[in-house]
């Protein structure tokens, strides 16, 4: 069992990231909410791209960090090898 996590644990980690960059739901922050607030902030301050500019920033550092964190976790069964 544990060499067959270690050869499947790169493909899982790669689904799990494409998972949330195509259907954009997080348990705690979702791509709906962070649109909807931004437009909601568009509206209030009359600035149509800032928002939505903050908004890809959020998208990318947690997309990101999901990627780095993976990429650790397969080095670290990498090297056991």
């Not at 494409?18 to 909410?33: T, Y």
């Not at 600035?47 to 890809?56: F, Q, R, T």
């Amino acid at each position: 069992m544990p060499q067959a996590f270690k050869n499947v644990l790169p493909a899982i980690g790669n689904e799990f990231v494409v998972v949330v960059k195509e259907s954009s739901v997080l348990s705690i922050v979702g791509f709906a909410e962070l649109t909807y607030q931004a437009n909601a902030i568009r509206g209030a301050t009359y600035s149509p791209l800032e928002p939505l500019i903050i908004v890809a920033g959020i998208y990318f550092v947690l997309t990101f960090t999901l990627s780095k964190l993976l990429g650790i976790g397969e080095r670290r069964l990498k090297a056991s090898d």
